[in-house]
């Protein structure tokens, strides 16, 4: 029985921290607050400094090489992820943490370091699943001063004096809270941690959790969220991800697959909206993401969007976006609020982009969708104890911006011979429709788990109503084994096969491989769609084929101001775990990878106008503010011993 998404009215009034309204530019226009931007996660500045004409006379205005870099150095076998954050700049100071969850203050124009904070959460240990990353901070006032809040790897929230950079005596324990007190199954820096920013609505902290996504047995972690007061750290509320008996949604967790079930959590970044005291919250998977045989039923609130009252931790309303997932397709972003006109009327919306190329748009106030999203059949599982859901919601609008399927026609036709050797490829697995299961043989998924959009999001231009999506397209194999009895007590888990092979170096499916999708949220249509990245036209099987862009396969994470869009393109890539020849001839010379690269894009036409090759890997969004009259555009780059800010302004 599907669950009622409309639930509680009547809305708290509170504290206001920040003064900024959720759906509108920073507080400051000249100011990037918030991981985001804002805490409408629109990631837009109203900035137009830098323009079309002008965005060539871009230089490096400075660099500021990060602390993990002599951590490396002196200790080699500690190994940071991807520098993944998105910098703040609030009162003329610019705020980051690394990889390793150092904290830095810089100044804005120089890049001159000011203080650094290490927690020494690194020392504790590599956290499960993601590792030594970090996707942001959330900055807020308490009265006259201001703090930096941080989710470490060692599952603690810290609050930092953003004057000094040193631990806020009056928080919780010396400045900090443990917020792995109470979780059953949880190990410290092993199966649970903290990745992405907190978020701050009406004086109340909300912090999300990274679960390891490997699980060895059904009961795992489960990713409840808490929420915290912002001058003390004393704990207001708590809300199941798994509804408990006599809860909301306990119904659709048939047996006592609730008591045990874990994961369910919000790993990635989330939104708020001040002025109606929401806090929208993407849940993600349920333990395990490919077999639900523990877990029969819907499982709410599981890959579900959910709106809280940030005060009392209340759900006010929610939507499931897959039944019983076994794909692993939970939100993987922010969502996004933006006001909008739809029809002539006014509507404060909330757009959640997805893993399967669609785009969940909906009153943020009430959970009504803007457009019908209609239940559709799907195909039915056919491994032992699953029993997926035998419907699935599909929006009508907007139109998916990736591929969600592969058949015949989806397959890489440039030669003949290519697209037999791809049909004999695909053939070696099972392939359907959008959400067809996972098999023992193996199902060829489009989207796979790691395509679509994912964690770099997308951008929002509020005087458009115009959405920004970066998305790959990487198909992925679901393939499950019988695990050792030794080791857990799962019947099910993904193994064996679990990437397609190249075919002589090109992908079984047709470009492009990345893109850039802009889609007008007014209207629920697609305006223009740009490939990520030039990807293999230089193949010696298609450079006489004079091709277009095809897309890198590189992940897109965007910034959109008032004058131009600009995409970091770093993370990912053509890669595969074989590759297969065509016929009987041998594999060609492999193809140098494509370099990272930052990109702008003109906002109405997608026509790319500028690029540059930073020294290291872009894989987070990029963001703006105005300093003593110069716009400069700062990204994140590098990992390991050569991660670095990097600072673009125009040449005087």
Known sequence: MRAPRLVLAGLLAGVVVLTARAQGPPSSSTEWTHYAGTASSQKYSPLAQITAGNVARLRVAWRWSSP?????????LVRPGMYQDTPLMVGGTLYTVTSLGQVAALDPGTGQQRWVFDPESWKTGRPGNLGFVHRGLAFARVGDEARLLLGTGDAY???????TGRPDPRFGESGRIDLMAGVA????????????????????????????????????????????????????????????????????????????????????????????GLVYLPFGTATNDFYGGHRPGDN?????????????????????????????????????LVDIRVDGRPVQAVAQVSKQGFTYVFDRTTGTPIWPIVERPVPASSVAGERTSPTQPFPTRPPAFERQSLTDDDLIDFTPELRAQAKAVVGEFERGPLFTPPSERGTIAVPGWVGGANWGGAAADPETGVLYVPSITVPSVLQLVKPDPETGNLLFRRGGITTLPLIDGLPVVKPPYSRVTAIDLTRGEIRWMSPLGDGPRAHSRLAALNLPPLGSGLRGAPLVTRSLLFVAMGQGGLGAVRQVPVGNEPLSAPLPPEPPSLVAFDKATGARVWDTVPSGRPVASPMTYLHQGTQFLVVATGLGATAELVAYALDK
């Open 157 to 163: 929230l810290l609050s930092i004096d953003a004057a």
């Open 185 to 276: 199954h949880a190990v410290r820096a092993t199966n649970y941690a903290v990745s992405a920013a907190p978020v701050v609505c009406r004086g109340v902290i909300i912090v999300g959790a990274s679960i390891h996504d490997g699980p060895t047995h059904k009961e795992w972690p489960r990713g409840d969220v808490s929420g915290y007061d912002l001058r003390t750290g004393r704990k207001l509320w708590t809300r199941h991800a798994i509804p408990q008996r006599g809860e909301f949604g306990h119904d659709t967790w048939q047996g006592d697959a609730a008591s045990y079930t874990g994961s369910t959590n919000v790993w990635t970044n989330m939104s708020a909206d001040e002025d109606l």
């Open 300 to 336: 709410l609130f599981a890959e579900s969007l959910v709106a809280l009252d940030a005060r009392t931790g209340e759900r006010v309303w929610h939507f499931q976006m897959v039944h019983h997932g076994v794909w692993d397709y939970d939100p993987p972003a922010a969502p996004v």
């Open 68 to 76: 993990d870099n002599a951590v490396v150095s002196a200790q080699p």
